[in-house]
């Protein structure tokens, strides 16, 4: 899968998504492992109208002002997602226009 940008957990990420990019992007931390590393990459995929989104998928997205790759730990009426890492913690909740993409492949 080719990707259009490459880069970090962050509002410029989030631009190149929002503009339907495929992006390379590198968290940093210990939140989501085992599943991710700190600074493993991982191409992301525009989220759409028409993206199905489900339990534990792994997203890029806002919380509260903080861009994260997090997991997807509730959804209510396909409008609004519990955000969380892989530890338990929950950031909170979100909609679905601060998803702006989904995790296709872990690198």
Not at 2 to 27: M, Q, V
Not at 60 to 71: A, P, Q
Request: glycine residues 8%; contains cysteine; proline residues 3%.
């Amino acid at each position: 899968m080719e990707y259009t940008y490459s880069g970090f957990e962050n509002k410029i990420a989030a631009e190149h998504l929002k503009n339907g990019e495929t992006c390379k992007l590198i968290g940093i931390g210990n939140s989501m492992t085992p599943i991710l590393k700190s600074k493993q990459p991982v191409l992301v995929v525009p989220v759409t109208e028409d993206t199905e989104l489900r339990k534990r998928d792994i997203v890029f997205c806002k919380v509260n002002g903080h861009y994260y790759l997090h997991l997807i730990h509730s959804i209510r009426n396909n409008s609004s997602f519990l955000i969380g890492n892989n530890h338990g913690h929950m950031n909170g909740w979100v909609s679905r226009s601060n998803i702006f993409g989904i995790v296709k492949k872990i690198l």
